[in-house]
């Protein structure tokens, strides 16, 4: 799984670096996000202007990170692609994520946004 995190203004975002999030990087999702969600930041955005394919198992992953973040921390998502944005609407999970147009539009909300 390839990603790689920032710090900025903040917040830790995490850039995804794959064209899918399916069952077969899933689960190197998940550990990757453990590991890079050491840094510190109160809020992580999760870049995922990449991925241009998202199925149940790497539905499951983005979830399972932002439980494992709960209470303390929050996951919002950035620069999703029209079929990764269908599949939120689909399963009705863009009212449980915060949502945004890209990275820039979620650092202007500020740091205390979500």
Known sequence: MNLFSEACEGALVVHVQEARLDAAVAIGFKEKMREVTLQPGARVLLDMSQIMFLDSSGL??????????????????????PNVAKV?????????????????????KGPNYA
């Open 60 to 81: 499951g992953s983005v979830v399972s990170v932002m439980k494992a973040l709960a209470p303390k921390r929050s996951l919002e998502l950035c620069s999703l692609s």
């Open 88 to 108: 939120f609407r689909l399963t009705r999970m863009e009212t449980v994520f915060p949502i945004h147009a890209d990275v820039a539009a979620a650092l202007e």
